[in-house]
């Protein structure tokens, strides 16, 4: 598994580096085990009631974290701002993202649910433009257009409904969660992340008390197991690798990657759970991968030719004329990378 090794690291965008492409196996794996969590999730509420489900998958994941940090004596968060900071990210990425997913799976398609669950490519363009001075290019628009078309192909078949509301309200909070990790420099992302489940987690707890009473939970194997898988690998592992990502990429290209989330959510879930697609949603899964080509791909680059250095009427190659030696300058000038490259 490929654990972020600098996890103090400020923001690109903060620190004014140029930001960098994500690194594809850390994205895949990331998006791999986030689309199996809708299947793993619907398998757990046969054995938990939602709510409390949620909160137990965030405060395994947090303790889990914490427990790392101080193993590895990392710094705790300290000032108000940053555990003013912490707070608002639990409550928004984990209390209502949380629940919000939960109750979308519980209320209609799992395939349906992973779709519009990770409606965050789409979401976050606008606002990492406002926020972080990302430009929309216009390749990226396209890729916007040709995304949301294959949502709504996704989503129309399936009735919409409270699930799929659900869902997006769920995408809403995760895009603003991502958004908030930015403001996470100056903070330890392993303790920073675990602090940030735990005071979710809390949270959710006294609503699933207020909403559902005590818990009924039916601690088989197969919820055991659902559990560990969610909390450790679906949230603790997968949340610190999304947060540092997010510190050193453009959040149009990081995000974009989460288009292949659902594709592995339907896909186990028409092998596991039985759910089977129908031609519509086929055809929004192609748009959204091909929304994904579109962003994914990199830019063309243009060359010019260097200028000619040697001897001219004007000159000889040990006296170069006035004109050569800026030419000469730009020559050896250090070539900054293209938007997104590493």
Known sequence: ??????????AASAAGAVPRRPKPLRMLWITAAWGACFVVIQWGLRDAPLLWYAALRALVAG??????????????????????????????NVTLAFATMFAGVAGGATGTA??????????????????????LSPRTAAALLVGFAGLVLVAVPGGGGGGAILSLLSAV??????????RLRGLDLVTATGWHLLIGGVALVIVAAAVEGAPVIAWTPRFVLSLAFLALVGTAATTVAWFAEARRSRLDTLTTWTFLTPVLGIALAAVLL???????????????????????RPPRRTTTPAPATGPTDGGSAQDPGPGTS???????????????EP
Do not use: K
């Not at 790392?68 to 555990?83: D, E, K, N």
């Not at 909070?173 to 930015?182: D, H």
């Open 274 to 296: 039985g759910e089977r697609p129908g031609g519509w949603t086929a055809a929004g899964l192609l748009a959204v991968l091909v929304a994904m080509w579109i962003t994914l």
């Open 114 to 135: 992973a779709v519009l669950a990770n409606a965050q490519p789409l979401l976050i363009l606008l606002p990492a433009w406002w926020l972080y001075g990302e430009a």
């Open 63 to 92: 303790a889990a974290l914490l427990a790392l940090g101080a193993i590895q004596h990392r710094p705790s968060p300290r000032g108000a701002r940053g555990w003013g900071l912490i707070t608002v990210l639990g409550l928004v």
């Open 173 to 182: 909070a995760v895009t603003a969660g991502t958004l908030l990790s930015r």
């Open 326 to 340: 800026r030419s000469r300058q730009m020559a050896t000038a250090p070539v900054l990378p293209t938007e997104g």
């Open 1 to 10: 598994m490929d654990v972020p090794v600098d996890t103090t690291a400020p």
